[in-house]
């Protein structure tokens, strides 16, 4: 090796690392932002709207987090840094990244039958907590909203028959399909996954323990999580968070479990989490279904989801725009809070805005 190279190199590994950006009490500030770019991007995640006919695009919060620092943040109406919003089906996701603290600590295997932890599913003894993470646990549900509401199993659970114990209304579904081999999006799924918790961590527990856990290590200090009067966790749509604090779940997963020197969750967990569930099959859904995550991923040969995000863009999704995704190339934590009645928000346009003014520099 040439003398100049070998000093070069030298003069490199000698240098210090960077230190690592993580939140405390605040979020410390990068420098700000500002160009056609990000006026291109505020046009389309903030363009006025006539909230009394409920059409269009309606961004709540846009919060943009490199390297652990606070990038971008604006809100809009009554939210601000200090409200917590309702993260609707988002929710799902904090849901499996609880379970991955519980996970961590032994509480349980992901082949493990759910009816060890609930017993209403001993009617239904081959589903397994891997199936209700991936949405497979083969039980008959229809998860349409507003639009079809007569039909909807999730307005029956959230709203009529099911609203005061959400887990057993799930548990009563009849079989659709063999469990684990078919994805089928449920809402009951994931409130059978917060059932089966309390059995985990024991009913004394149960209620401090998404605190005790996750957001208090965190530093989450507003979250709110609704229980149904059984006293489960509406883990399906019921979780309010800053969007500064949904922020710090994602650098916590951008991080593979880690926050600051502390491994929350196994980076096998999160590993888990990104990986796509074998029964999905393409142009089911908005994306590919993880371990209760979403993925930018390629599935039977059709197109990622999400064409002008990298493949390994990850994220939590929730009704009407809600939104943390993770960019782990980039170094980039995302959030977007919304009411997005009329479906014209779009994933990829966001993300594809997003990315052309805080890409990060020395990424494609």
């Not at 519980?102 to 009816?115: H, M, N, V």
């Not at 009563?172 to 059978?192: K, M």
């Not at 918790?197 to 530093?219: H, I, N, S």
């Not at 928000?345 to 805005?353: F, G, S, V």
């Amino acid at each position: 090796m040439p003398q100049a190279l070998l000093l070069a190199v030298l003069l490199l590994l000698s240098l210090p690392a960077r230190a690592e950006d993580w939140p405390a009490q605040q979020w410390s500030q990068a420098a700000p932002v500002s160009g056609p770019a990000l006026q291109a991007l505020e046009d389309y995640a903030f363009v006025p709207r006539d909230d009394e006919s409920r059409q269009g695009i309606r961004t709540d919060a846009l919060l943009v987090i490199r390297d652990g620092q606070l990038l971008y943040e604006r809100y809009a109406g009554a939210t601000g840094p200090q409200t917590p919003h309702l993260a609707w089906s988002a929710s799902k996701s904090l849901l499996a990244v609880l379970l991955g603290v519980a996970f961590g600590e032994g509480r349980f295997q992901l082949q493990d039958p759910a009816a060890t932890f609930y017993p209403p599913l001993k009617a239904h003894p081959d589903i397994t907590l891997a199936d209700l993470l991936h949405w497979a646990s083969g039980l008959e549900w229809q998860e349409d909203y507003e639009y079809a509401p007569l039909n909807s199993s999730v307005v029956a659970m959230l709203y009529t028959r099911g609203h005061r114990d959400m887990a057993a209304f799930a548990a009563q579904q009849g079989v659709a399909s063999v469990p684990g081999q078919a994805f089928r999006y449920s809402s009951g799924d994931s409130n059978l996954l917060a059932a089966s918790l309390r059995g985990m961590v024991g009913a004394e527990q149960y209620a401090d323990y998404p605190w005790r856990a996750l957001f208090e290590p965190l530093g989450i200090t507003q979250a709110v999580w609704e229980r149904d009067a059984a006293g489960t966790f509406v883990a399906s749509s019921y979780l309010y968070l800053t969007a500064r604090d949904l922020a710090r779940i994602g650098l916590l997963m951008q991080r593979d479990g880690r926050w600051r020197d502390r491994q929350l969750l196994p980076k096998a967990w999160v590993e888990y989490c990104r990986t796509p569930f074998s029964g999905y099959r393409a142009n089911q859904d908005v994306a590919v279904a993880g371990g209760h995550w979403w993925l930018n991923r390629e599935v039977d040969g059709a197109p990622r989801p999400w064409p002008d995000a990298p493949a390994d863009t990850y994220a939590a999704l929730g009704h009407w725009g809600q939104a943390l995704y993770v960019l782990p190339a980039q170094r980039l934590v995302i959030v977007r809070y919304g009411d997005d009645r009329d479906g014209s928000y779009q994933h990829n346009e966001l993300l594809k805005r997003a990315l052309a003014a805080f890409a990060t520099p020395g990424q494609p």
